[in-house]
């Protein structure tokens, strides 16, 4: 038996997913200042959300990530995994909503962080941040008959012809890689906690993200996506855009999902993943 179909690297491929989901996902939380999300300072643009209601949820659906890279162990992205995957993830939704009194703490992370890590573990914990965004891509593209139900989603995607977060998931997660490159090339140079709010600024300045597009249009989208530039410019500060989107009722809710597979995918396939300019 070699060591890769080893019951021990099993285990052990899914402990490191339970472990680094959920500190993956308290990363992105403790990150601050964070502009209209929850972080240690405020709890942004969200009246019915707290710091611990978020860490309760991050450490209430880690087991859940668990259980999607026991199934998908050296398996090929199938319609059967696929549909396992989707059972799975509906279980971490209702005990997300669970623990949160029906709050909707991580329904995007639970997404992207779960297709992420079945990718990890389809690939016996071998895969490049490369490979595991082609592999969760492949298992997004795999369709299933599901009734369509009404999400803020699939709302504003119809209105605003955006593909959101099943869009960027079927792409290959295109912003999870570019949160990456930005978090490598930015560490270089600056504080652990600049090059993550870096990462964070580009992410906004090119996402269409369904949260901003629910709450405020498309106006709001490119005051986002401009504020987020001016920041990185140097022209705004992080704490003036953060009183920015409250009074306004932003919050980039889809970015920080994806700064924080950004994170775990740099935990899951190591970090040599090139640069990028970060003049923006
Ligand atoms: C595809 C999902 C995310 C539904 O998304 P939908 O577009 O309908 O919108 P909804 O408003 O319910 O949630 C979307 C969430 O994604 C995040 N998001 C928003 N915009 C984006 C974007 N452009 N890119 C990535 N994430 C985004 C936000 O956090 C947002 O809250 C998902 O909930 C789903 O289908 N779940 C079923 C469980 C499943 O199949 N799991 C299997 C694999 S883990
Ligand atoms: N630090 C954070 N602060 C706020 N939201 C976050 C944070 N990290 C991730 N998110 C994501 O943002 C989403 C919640 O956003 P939001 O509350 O705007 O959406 P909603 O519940 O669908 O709609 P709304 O609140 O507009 O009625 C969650 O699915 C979550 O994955």
Known sequence: ????????????????????????????????????????????????MTLAM?????????????????VSYGKSPSHQLREQLSEIGIEAEREMLHVTGGV????????CLGLLSAAYAIQRGQGTASTLCEVAGKLANVELEVPSTRTNGSTVCKRYGVTGAKGEAQAGFPHVLLGLRTLNTATESFTETKAKQMALLTLMTTLSDTCVLHRAGSKGLSYVK????????????????????????????????LLAASLYVKRLGGK????????V
Not at 54 to 70: Q, T, V
Not at 104 to 111: R, Y
């Open 1 to 48: 038996m070699s060591v890769a179909t080893h019951p021990l690297h099993v285990h052990l491929v899914t402990e490191q997913v339970a472990r680094w989901s959920e500190q993956s996902l308290l990363e992105e939380l403790y990150l601050t200042v964070k502009p209209g999300l929850i972080d240690k300072c405020n709890n942004g643009a969200h009246l019915d």
């Open 54 to 70: 978020m860490e309760a949820s991050s450490h209430a659906i880690a087991p859940y990530f668990a259980e999607m890279a026991r």
């Open 104 to 111: 909707n703490t991580h329904k995007g992370a639970i997404w």
């Open 226 to 257: 401009q504020q987020a530039q001016q920041v990185l410019r140097g022209a705004l500060s992080m704490e003036e855009v953060d009183e920015r989107f409250i009074k306004n009722n932003l919050s980039p809710g889809g970015s920080a999902d």
């Open 272 to 279: 040599s993943h090139g640069r990028v300019s970060l003049h």
